[in-house]
């Protein structure tokens, strides 16, 4: 009896441990929003109290691009052909003009820093089978007077870059959500 004791507290601490676990990892997958269930996507969320105001200048039309791609260096780039800078900022504006309520000029202007990775399969640095599945990426940087507010990062799939405007999409709404935050 004074064995079968200590066996089953170990044995309840164990159960109860690996059901807190399995919830843990199962919540690290949840995402904020749904468009963000489509392809693997990352956010860090800053919690700044001038996020408001930052999703506000968006929603005003107050902000500035800052961009570039980056094409594949060890293979040949699909996606040279396909989409230059000033496309991607095109679709950008075009995409962010559907949340502009009411243009209202400001001194304070939200910068938007960034970037389309091409996802270079012949990268020597890629190990895994999964770094390969996907077409690239988009890096988002919300700023406003020099802070970082928040960074996603999500994964386009088309290699013709055909869901880009989809996924900008996807991250604008990402971004005015934290206004519920």
């Known amino acids: 009896m004074r064995i079968i004791t200590p066996i089953f507290i170990v044995l309840i601490i164990s159960i109860f441990s690996y059901s807190l676990y399995k919830q843990i990892k199962k919540d690290l997958k949840i995402q904020r929003v749904s468009c963000q269930e489509k392809t693997v996507t990352f956010e ?29 260096q060890h293979m040949k780039s699909k996606l040279i052909d396909i989409l230059t800078i000033d496309e ?21 202007r939200l910068i938007i820093d960034y970037y389309i990775y091409e996802n270079d ?34 994964d386009y799939m088309k290699l013709d870059a055909s869901d880009i405007p989809e996924r900008m999409n996807c991250i604008i709404q990402s971004f005015i959500s934290l206004k519920d935050e």
């Open 44 to 72: 860090k969320i800053y919690h700044h109290p001038k996020t408001k105001l930052a999703i506000e200048l968006l929603k005003s039309n107050n902000y500035t691009l800052q961009s570039h791609i980056e094409y594949s």
């Open 121 to 154: 399969k012949k990268d020597l640095g890629k190990k895994q089978e999964n770094s390969k599945k996907y077409a690239g990426y988009l890096v988002f940087e919300f700023k406003l007077n020099n802070t970082l507010l928040y960074k996603i990062q999500s």
């Open 88 to 108: 991607a900022n095109t679709q950008l504006h075009d995409t962010i003009a559907s949340y502009v309520f009411k243009e209202k000029p400001n001194k304070d």
